[in-house]
């Protein structure tokens, strides 16, 4: 009986591990991979945030919306420098980054305007109205880039 409990378990955890990660390889085992998933994971934390924001103007807080676009657009060239060189490669991201480098750097130049749009507008903002287009352009080219590069 034991020996069935194990084989089990060692199946169950072989079966998640080659989950983690669409090579069969764990993240766990690629630090370059899971940097760019905790920083995309933290730029959707800040992203929500300021989602809920826009699509509830009552929630609106000036303050911490700049902080949020700021993040993102404080963080933004730290985030490609994650899809370099081979040991990039794996996790959610699909391999037309690396054989598309010119596509994919296309998107990031049309993202990094955006957030940089969206941080300067925010600011100024004094009300959801008044980042609202420019929170539109930059969800619409982050969306963009992971309809084209990212596995879904």
């Known amino acids: 009986m034991f020996h069935k409990i194990t084989l089990a378990a060692a199946c169950f955890m072989t079966v998640i591990l080659a989950g983690c990660n669409s090579s069969g390889t764990a993240t766990a085992n690629n630090p370059q991979v899971e940097d ?3 920083l995309m994971k933290d730029w959707r934390h800040a992203n929500e945030g300021m989602k809920a924001m826009i699509e509830d103007p009552s ?3 000036a303050i911490t919306f700049k902080e949020r676009a ?13 899809f370099e060189g081979e040991m990039a490669q794996g996790g959610h991201a699909k391999d037309e980054i ?7 750097k296309t998107k990031i130049e049309a993202f990094t305007s955006s ?3 969206l941080a300067l ?3 100024e903002a004094a009300s959801a109205a008044d980042v ?7 969800a619409s080219q982050c969306g963009s880039c992971h309809k084209a590069y990212k596995k879904k």
């Open 36 to 38: 760019r998933a905790k």
């Open 59 to 61: 929630r609106f807080d």
């Open 70 to 82: 700021d993040f993102i657009a404080d963080t933004n060239a730290t985030m490609w420098v994650h």
């Open 98 to 104: 690396w054989t598309d480098p010119e596509g994919f």
């Open 115 to 117: 957030i940089n749009a």
């Open 121 to 123: 507008a925010a600011s």
């Open 132 to 138: 609202e287009a420019s929170y539109g352009e930059m």
